[in-house]
């Protein structure tokens, strides 16, 4: 904090730092509730979707690690990555899903993460694109 003076008037000058709880939100009256983002040299209103994608950075989850409530475990197909894994000797199954992150157990019933549903193309105009770096030692 400190002062400048602009055109014989003094202003108190505060540097505000970004915190982790972030959109923050500028109430003009009680009834408006705007939460701004910075544009190039602007400050826009952030529309809702800029909002959901600030509060889920926030959170430090990223897309395919959230869980897709509107979707429950049972009701996918879950058969091409159960062939994966038994080609690869492995079992796929609740513990399995879970400690992938690929599924979160909510009241006792198993929700898809975003994750599992791009993996099993339920989105569409999604696609995923992989890298395998080689690891120098």
């Known amino acids: ?21 972030s959109p923050y939100f500028y109430n003009k009256t009680s009834k408006e509730r705007n939460a701004y983002v910075r544009l190039g040299t602007s400050n826009r209103i952030a529309d809702n979707a800029i909002i959901q994608e600030l509060i889920r950075q926030s959170r430090n989850i990223s897309f395919d690690e959230e869980t897709e409530y509107d979707y429950e475990l049972n009701d996918l197909d879950l058969a091409p990555i159960n062939s994966r894994f038994s080609k690869l000797g492995l079992e796929l199954n609740e513990s399995s899903l879970i400690n992938l992150g690929l599924a979160t157990k909510v009241n006792d019933k198993l929700h898809p993460s975003k994750g599992l549903l791009l993996l099993l193309g339920t989105y569409e105009h999604c696609s995923i694109k992989c890298a395998r770096f080689k690891v120098m030692i």
């Open 1 to 21: 904090m400190f002062t400048v003076t602009i055109d014989e008037k003094l202003l108190l000058v505060i540097d505000v730092a970004k915190g982790p709880q």
